[in-house]
């Protein structure tokens, strides 16, 4: 058997990297990089899909017939539910949507922050989830040694929030009954 | 004498028109002082009908929110529902207008009647220089106030986007006027977590949100009268 058909067949592991609706060039050229790409085959992954968003750096494909990472690229979807739920590592921005989208799913998740936005608050949300072990928080610069050190294994998982204290703080305060 | 007398007339006058000048502003003042304090406090009556409700939305991730958000308010205590979101945003009326629909679908009510939707011409874009920003900000005031005369909600609802500022310091000197008294609830984003960001600060500040909730602890330490909620999503 061929390896693409042993892939196909066998355990098909899945790196979804996403950046929104934004163009972070800088994560995508980090994960299109040959040691990025060593050390995701080396950790059991057999497939790297790439969401450009409005980025222009376009990655190299790759079949992944030499043993190698699969590599595959695109701009947007509609929805990338789909292609969170098949994963089995997602890479993200730092958008909350991305974020929580893929923790409700209990994905594991390396957030990447874009340091070349102005007003950088998105990087106070990714670090202060990685300090609750939910995630791991990296920039494009020391990804490599991210994906190297991490131990999914040490992750929690994210308990959904809720929104009904907000609902009984308005309606009491309106001076509606509780429920 | 003819001059003396025409000094005093005169003086006379700009002395009343002065008198009369802080007398108005001081009874302004007296009034939003009074407005902010009735503000920080629970209604003082029990609520016995609907409340007209405004829910402004934004962009992306605070649509999420606010839907989240939206989902678990009782429907028909927050009825009829406005929603306002910025005129270069599709996506989140879209989002807005399906809730509404599913909503009407359920309850067997005729879809013309689930929620009203409109645009409103943003203060700013991302990245917009703040220069420009002024006379952008001035368009978005005149619109928000046209809005408002029309909606006059008993609720406003928002979380985030420079969209709600507009329309909240008008709601606010709306109370002032008497013309309609909204009680201002500002959810600051999950986002945010050791800042506010630029809305919630500027309605924390000037004291316009009547409750501003905080979604991570740091942030109430920081801001006293923020009310931490823990996520919502």
């Known amino acids: 058997m061929g390896d693409r058909e042993e892939k196909e067949e066998g355990r098909r592991r899945v790196v979804f990297v996403t950046v929104g609706t934004t163009r972070f060039d800088a994560l995508v050229s980090a994960v299109d990089s040959e040691n990025v790409r060593k050390v995701l085959a080396a950790k059991g992954y057999t497939h790297l899909l790439i969401q450009l968003g409005r980025g222009s750096y376009l990655p190299s494909k790759s079949d992944g017939d030499d043993g190698s990472l699969a590599v595959d690229y695109f701009t947007f979807s509609s929805s990338i539910a789909d292609y969170l739920r098949s994963a089995s590592l997602v890479i993200s921005h730092a958008g909350s949507g991305s974020i929580f989208e893929t923790l409700r799913l209990c994905k594991p998740l390396v957030v990447v922050v874009n340091e070349d936005l102005m007003d950088n608050h998105q990087s106070e949300l990714a670090e202060e989830l990685a300090e609750r072990k939910h995630l791991y928080c990296a920039r494009p610069q020391n990804l490599y040694q991210t994906l190297a050190d991490m131990d999914l294994n040490t992750l929690l998982p994210y308990t959904p929030g809720d929104a009904t204290p907000v609902a009984k703080h308005i309606n009491r305060f309106l001076g509606f009954p509780d429920d | ?233």
């Open chain 2, 1 to 233: 004498m003819d001059k003396g007398n025409g000094c005093s007339f005169s003086a006379v006058t700009s002395t009343a028109i002065i008198s009369s000048v802080i007398f108005v502003i001081t009874l302004i003042l007296v009034r939003v002082l009074f407005v902010i304090y009735c503000s920080s406090r629970p209604m003082s009556r029990r609520a016995k009908k609907p409340v007209s409700t405004l829910i402004i939305l934004g962009s992306g991730g605070h649509t999420a929110e606010m839907l989240d958000l939206l989902a678990v308010l009782q429907k028909d205590r927050f009825y009829p529902r406005f929603y306002i979101a910025a005129a270069t945003d599709n996506m989140s009326l879209q989002k807005a207008e399906l809730l509404e629909n599913s909503l009407a679908a359920e309850n067997g009510t005729p879809i013309t009647n689930a929620g009203k939707f409109m645009k409103i011409y943003r203060s700013r874009e991302v990245g917009q220089s703040y220069i420009t920003s002024i006379w952008t900000t001035l368009v978005a005031m005149v619109h928000a106030l046209w809005l408002m005369i029309k909606i006059r909600p008993e609720v406003i609802l928002c979380n985030g986007p420079g969209t709600c500022i507009p329309i909240c310091a008008i709601a606010f000197v709306f109370k002032v006027l008497g013309i309609r008294w909204s009680s201002i609830f500002y959810v600051e984003s999950i986002a945010r977590v050791r800042r506010l960001s630029l809305s919630g600060l500027l309605l924390y500040k000037l004291r316009i949100a009547d409750q501003l909730f905080v979604q991570w602890p740091r942030l109430q330490q920081q801001y006293p009268r923020a009310i931490y909620v823990g996520r919502l999503m």
